[in-house]
């Protein structure tokens, strides 16, 4: 048995205190380690930097852990008996790590549970116990780990099978909100954290039909016994973690919607994407997984080309499956469909590094970027999405609608409840291709290996949607979807100059944050970190940037003054138009779009 005890007795110091106690160490001298990354997020984050403090005793007598590396230690040789207790700093607001202060705890097992190597496989317990500070009780815990033995709060005992169970069920622990909904006869609860009023039945009902689809699209039933939303309400920050039978969530409070609308903000359309791209990971990723992953090394970089289908494809269906579960209506979704088409067209690192590359190169590049990134690596999420729209739509021109990619997913599943293996780099392809009996390596090539364009406009033709590609209209316009007319001339926005950067709000002026490869702003010698505060010898603010450009459309360039490092600069601006760039839909065929959104192969 290997057994954690997990307490928060100096909670506004941030700390978490961990007890681990090995029944049977190795007599040779127990290794033990901290993971230094989380699954999911592709990044070597060196979890073991927030260990501040670390010792060891046997049978109650101290000794000494020898220090191998960052993340390893090593106990003495002959113990009958080994405790380690450790303190974890945990100030990290994130779903990827550990936050701790006096109105609640959140932590990822990859944070706060050493492992045992060559013990891995043993069973695990944790007594999770109440925060010391929380003395009028109101605190509760939420996990999705199998509970063992606890109080009605949720504080107690709970069991995993072995260490990648243990780190794969997130904790939370607070005086939260909770929601309950049954989805396929599952249960499943939403835990929120942090002050938020928001129209709860709508958030239960709009989860339940995204639930129930993905259940049934895969078919029932489903892999887990219970399943978790733990979504921490904070003022700014957003994003998701997967995991077996839960996932973390960050959003704001206007991702929630409010009582009384039935509109569907586009705030709340991102947070119910994001449920539901989380809740695809149950099945592609958490069970269907790269072969590199299995078993997960979490010592070092586990390099993959895979993620442009586990995230690519995941990215596609959790906006179809809004508009599948009826949550909304073809002409939003087409509209989202649009953003995202518009983000990859205007990132230049779309013709410098493939949807692979970006892949197997996530580690140092896609999560750390910089101001360069737009001009030099393509995000696996947004360009894989879009392979996986072009591959659904040639397998459905292959075989005149009769295999989709719904019937590669499922296949895909299928494999992995016979065999429980991962998929080797190319099976994705292989698999595609034994549907339609056909060579498919063409597309393969161009779409995965190369730096080509996608032939996204042939694809959308034949799912009943026409794409044109025009100028962006203002430094807001992402693109969108116009209404069927017999004058173009009556829809097309009016075009003007472009600055070629992405700028944010600051004190004086904006402050330049991206410069895009080949437009203006690269063109006037403008970087990341300039503070732009005037043009034409005007001041600037980002409400009037689009403002002062268009004013003066009619010259060919600007004189622009911005500071670099304190030091005050000038330099021209060329007036260019902005290029094509921004995705236009258009509905063109009702009855293939409707095969499409309204996925007739499954109801069939």
């Excluded at 039935?262 to 994001?274: K, M, Q, R, V």
Aim: glycine fraction near 6%.
């Amino acid at each position: 048995m290997i057994a954690y005890k997990v307490s928060i007795c100096e909670a506004a110091a941030h700390l978490i205190d961990v007890q681990l106690d090995v029944d049977s160490p190795d007599q040779a001298g127990q290794l033990l380690k901290l993971p230094n990354w989380i699954p999911g997020s592709y990044m070597i984050r060196d979890f073991s930097r927030n260990i501040v403090q670390i010792e060891a005793s046997s049978q109650g007598e101290p000794i000494e852990l020898v220090k191998l590396d960052k993340s390893s230690w090593q106990a003495p040789t002959g113990l009958s008996q080994l405790t380690v207790r450790y303190r974890m700093y945990a100030w990290d607001l994130s779903v990827r790590s550990a936050h701790v202060d006096r109105t609640h705890a959140f932590f990822n097992g990859t944070s706060v549970f050493l492992a045992v190597p060559g013990q891995e496989e043993a069973a695990h317990e944790v007594l999770f116990e109440r925060p010391s500070h929380d003395v009028d009780q109101t605190f509760e815990l939420a996990t999705s780990l199998p509970a063992l033995s606890i109080d009605e709060a949720g504080f107690g005992t709970y069991q995993a099978s072995n260490y990648d169970e243990l780190i794969d069920h997130p904790v939370e622990q607070g005086a939260f909100k909770r929601l309950c909904f049954d989805a396929a006869g599952v249960p499943h609860e939403i835990i929120l954290t942090g002050a938020c009023h928001f129209d709860e039945q709508r958030v239960v009902d709009d989860l339940k039909r995204i639930c129930e689809y993905e259940i049934d699209f895969f078919g029932q039933p489903a892999p887990m016994d219970r399943y978790l939303f733990m979504v921490m309400v904070v003022d700014a920050g957003y994003g998701g973690l997967e995991h077996r039978s839960s996932t973390a969530l960050m959003i704001t409070r206007e991702n929630l919607p409010i009582v009384g609308e039935s509109e569907i903000s586009d705030a709340y359309l991102n947070f119910l994407g994001l449920c539901s791209h989380e809740y695809f990971h149950t099945w592609n990723v958490k069970r269907i997984k790269p072969a590199r992953f299995v078993p997960f090394e979490l010592s070092a970089e586990s390099y993959t080309e895979l993620l442009w289908f586990f995230e690519g494809m995941t990215s596609y269906y959790d906006d179809l499956i809004l508009v599948r579960a009826g949550l909304i209506d073809r002409k939003k979704y087409l509209s989202v469909l649009a953003k995202t088409l518009t983000r990859v067209q205007r990132g230049a690192g779309r013709l410098t590094q493939s949807v692979t590359e970006s892949s197997f190169d996530a580690w140092h590049k896609f999560y750390k970027q910089d101001e360069n990134s737009p001009n030099a690596i393509v995000s696996y999420y947004a360009k894989g999405a879009l392979v996986a729209l072009c591959l659904d739509a040639l397998l459905r021109d292959s075989t005149d609608h009769k295999q989709t990619l719904d019937t590669l997913m499922r296949l895909m599943w299928s494999r992995w409840q016979e065999t429980g293996l991962g998929l080797e780099e190319d099976e994705p392809q292989r698999l595609a291709a034994s549907l339609v009996d056909t060579d498919l390596s063409q597309f393969f090539d161009l779409a995965l290996y190369s730096t080509q364009e996608l032939p996204v406009q042939k694809a959308l033709s034949s799912l009943g949607v026409s794409l044109n590609w025009r100028s962006r209209s203002s430094g807001t316009d992402v693109g969108g979807v116009s209404e069927q007319s017999t004058s173009e001339a009556d829809q097309a926005p009016t075009v003007g100059p472009w600055l070629g950067a992405t700028v944010v709000d600051a004190p004086g002026g904006v402050q330049i944050v991206q410069v895009l490869a080949g437009g203006p702003a690269e063109k006037a010698g403008l970087a990341g970190g300039d503070l732009l505060i005037a043009m034409n010898h005007l001041s600037v603010s980002l409400a009037d940037v689009d403002r002062h450009l268009a004013r003066h459309a009619d010259m060919t360039e600007l004189d622009i003054h911005f500071f670099r490092l304190g030091q005050l600069q000038r330099s021209t601006l060329p007036v260019e138009l902005a290029p094509e760039d921004t995705a236009d839909l258009q509905i063109v065929d009702e009855a293939l779009l409707d095969g499409w959104l309204n996925d007739k192969q499954l109801s069939a």
